[in-house]
């Protein structure tokens, strides 16, 4: 039986499943990776892995969508990072954050990153602009596929990326974020 909340110590159980998770994407591609492998790196029980995921998918979106949301474990988004005028890439937590991202996509998560965040940016983007419920415009939509599309994309050359192209890359990516920005208000404002 699987449980939403359950407070602090449910959260560190998912985040050490999800760290146990990491830790075998490391070694394996994630096809390979099996919930008994991530049960084992985490030294936990069956039942404790299925008390706070349904199974291996359920873990993986939560454990990406953890990454993306709080990069850096103070409640930072990816987005807002790589948005921001100097992303801390100094900052260990961060890069980890940005590490893991790039493993899952490297190791035959790339569907499965581009999914959730997109799902991702589809949330922000519609408790920002239609607080009251709603969807967003088809073109909002089509905008915010784009723009995930072309950070995932950046994110699967990150490893094999010189420094300057890295640096060109994390540059492109806020003029497109606020590129993509404008387009999505002003569609919005349009729709409204």
């Given at each position: 039986m699987r449980r939403e909340g359950g407070g602090r110590a449910a959260a560190r159980m998912r985040e050490r499943l999800a760290d146990a998770f990491w830790e075998c994407l490391?070694?394996?591609?994630?096809?390979?990776?099996?919930?008994?492998?991530?049960?084992?790196?985490?030294?936990?029980?069956?039942?404790?892995?299925?008390y706070h995921f349904a199974d291996k998918d359920e873990l993986v979106r939560w454990a990406l969508r953890h990454e993306v949301i709080d990069v850096d474990r103070r409640g930072t988004?990816?987005?807002?990072?790589?948005a921001g005028p100097e992303p801390d890439d100094e900052d260990p937590i961060v890069a980890r954050g940005v590490r893991?991202?790039?493993?899952?996509?490297?190791?035959?998560?790339?569907?499965?990153?581009?999914?959730?965040?997109?799902e991702l940016a589809i949330e922000f983007w519609t408790r920002a602009q239609r607080p009251e419920g709603g969807r967003l415009p088809d073109e909002v939509v089509a905008a915010l596929e784009y723009g995930v599309g072309g950070l995932v994309g950046m994110l699967s050359r990150a490893d094999t990326s010189t420094e300057a192209h890295r640096r060109a890359s994390v540059a492109f990516l806020r003029e497109q974020h606020a590129r993509l920005r404008e387009h999505v208000l002003s569609e919005v404002l349009v729709a409204s």
């Open positions: 490391d070694a394996a591609r994630l096809d390979a990776v099996s919930v008994g492998d991530v049960i084992a790196a985490a030294g936990v029980s069956r039942g404790s892995f299925y988004s990816l987005v807002a990072v790589m893991r991202i790039c493993l899952l996509i490297d190791r035959g998560g790339m569907d499965v990153a581009y999914d959730a965040m997109l």
